[in-house]
Nanobody
C-alpha cells in the first residue's frame, strides 16, 4: 500500500512557524482522506487535522484551530501541515496517515490506515 514519509520538523521558538510535509510513494493519494496526528511523551496519539480526498473539507482538533492548516497537492502526492503561533504544548512527534478509520469523536481505529515514521517538532519557550 501507500508509503508515507514526513519531513519539516525541528526546533522552533514559541510563536514561530513550521511547515510539515508528507510525501507518498507506491500509490497516489488522490482517493484517500489524509490526516495528521501527534504524540507527546507519555501521552496517547491524538488527532490533529484531516483533509478529504477531494480537498473540499478540512477538520481540526480544537487545540489547533486557527493556528494550523492542512492542505494537499495531489499532483505532487504530498500533504502539508502549516503550523503557526506554535506553543510549547505543541511539542510532539507528528505523524501523517492515509485512509484512517474513525469511530466516535476524533477517535480512530488503531491499526487502520497507512502511517509514516513521524517527524519531531519541539517548541521552546
Amino acid at each position: 500500500q501507500v508509503q508515507l514519509a514526513e519531513s519539516g520538523g525541528g526546533l522552533v521558538q514559541a510563536g514561530g512557524s513550521l511547515r510539515l510535509s508528507c510525501l507518498a510513494s507506491g500509490r497516489t493519494i488522490t482517493a484517500y482522506n489524509m490526516n495528521w496526528f501527534r504524540q507527546a511523551p507519555g501521552k496517547e496519539r491524538e488527532f490533529v487535522a484531516q483533509i478529504t480526498w477531494s480537498g473540499s473539507s478540512t477538520t481540526y482538533a480544537d487545540s489547533v484551530k486557527g493556528r494550523f492548516s492542512i492542505s494537499r497537492d495531489n499532483a505532487k502526492n504530498t500533504v502539508y501541515l502549516q503550523m503557526n503561533s506554535l506553543k510549547p504544548e505543541d511539542t510532539a512527534v507528528y505523524y501523517c496517515a492515509a485512509d484512517v478509520q474513525f469511530t466516535g469523536h476524533y477517535h480512530y481505529v488503531r491499526g487502520s490506515g497507512s502511517w509514516g515514521q513521524g517527524t519531531q517538532v519541539t517548541v521552546s519557550s
